[in-house]
């Protein structure tokens, strides 16, 4: 099968253009190294130059100099500046909004305003431009790692603990993010959005989100959400207002709201999510979902239309 015009259309993933501070910190360090160690090699080049057009032993002060000063000097002043880099970028501290994201098998769970109305999505995150948010990062099984290469460094999601990380949008927008670290199979398949909103409408979206997911209001809608229930779909996961109890897969409240399917994988739509519904195994090998290959096609036509009615 050969889906490339269904893949997802990414956002900017890239350390080069920074659009949050954390990546501006991190591409300024990363010049000053390339620069640095650019200018060593070409002294170290010319010195090799000069010892092999001389032909003979130089001064002993060359071996101290270029040896044991020039190193020390110059690891001390990269050390310097990493250390300065990294603590302005992992300070952290109870800033508002806080935002958690916990990695599961191969997608992210996600709760906007956790001390407020505590709203779960999956596979998206909402920041506010040019405000301090505090990401508050778990993980459900194994490590996995959090990277959105536009806006900030990343960092690990580590089994049993809190990871705290501080970012700064700087440019609304949508940008890319990708698990860091290899964590199974289908750890490339792991990515997810950020869309990066000017801070008005941020808390526009944030009193939009619904406490319950919309209403089945046709007749074919209906059917879908029976085939939802039917099928045990709400073993894993929840709709809002309508299935409560299952956590082992992404909230589906507003599923038809996101831009991506699958973790960024591909497009929202209703064909991908039938293809994705019937044979998930073929669009993500080894996710932790059953492929459900055995539903007549109204039926899946239904429960496709159903989750892409649900924004
Ligand atoms: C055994 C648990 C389980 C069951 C049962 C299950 N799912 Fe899933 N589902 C998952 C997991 C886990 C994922 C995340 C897969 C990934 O992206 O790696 C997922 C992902 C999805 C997604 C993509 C969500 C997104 O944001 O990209 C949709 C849509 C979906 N499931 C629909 C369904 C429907 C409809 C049913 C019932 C017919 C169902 N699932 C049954 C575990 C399950
Ligand atoms: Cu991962």
Request: charged letters at 15%; glycine letters at 10%.
């Amino acid at each position: 099968m050969n889906n490339t015009s269904t893949l997802a259309d990414y956002g900017s993933q890239t350390s080069f253009s920074s659009a949050g501070s954390g990546a501006a910190a991190t591409l300024g360090l990363t010049t000053a190294m390339s620069v640095a160690g650019g200018v060593l090699f070409l002294l170290v080049m010319g010195a090799v130059w000069l010892a092999r057009r001389r032909n003979r032993p130089g001064h002993v002060w060359w071996i101290w100099a270029g040896g044991v000063v020039l190193p020390v000097l110059a690891l001390a002043a990269l050390v310097a500046a990493s250390t300065f880099t990294l603590a302005a970028i992992g300070r952290t501290g109870d800033t508002a909004p806080v935002i958690e994201v916990t990695g599961h098998h191969y997608w992210w769970d996600v709760v906007h305003d956790p001390q407020g109305r505590a709203l779960r999505d999956a596979n998206e995150i909402v920041l506010p431009a040019d405000t301090k948010v505090t990401l508050r990062l778990r993980s459900g099984d194994v490590i996995h790692s959090f990277w959105v290469p536009s806006i900030a460094g990343k960092l690990d999601m580590i089994p049993g603990r809190v990871n705290e990380m501080t970012v700064t949008a700087t440019r609304p927008g949508r940008y890319r993010g990708q698990c860091a670290e290899f964590c199974g199979l289908s750890h490339p398949l792991m990515a997810f959005e950020v869309l990066v909103l000017p801070p008005a409408e941020y808390a526009a979206y944030l009193a939009g989100l619904q406490d319950e997911a919309r209403d089945a209001d046709t007749a074919q809608l209906e059917q879908g959400r029976e085939v939802f229930l039917r099928e045990g779909c709400p073993a894993c996961h929840v709709i809002r207002g309508i299935a409560e109890g299952g956590r082992i897969g992404p909230d589906l409240s507003r599923v038809g709201a996101r831009g991506s399917l699958g973790a960024g994988m591909w497009r929202m739509n209703v064909g991908n999510l039938a293809g994705w519904i019937a044979d998930v195994q073929d669009m993500k090998p080894v996710a932790e979902m059953p492929s459900f290959n055995h539903l007549s096609g109204p039926d899946l036509r239904a429960v496709a239309h159903y989750l892409a009615s649900l924004k």
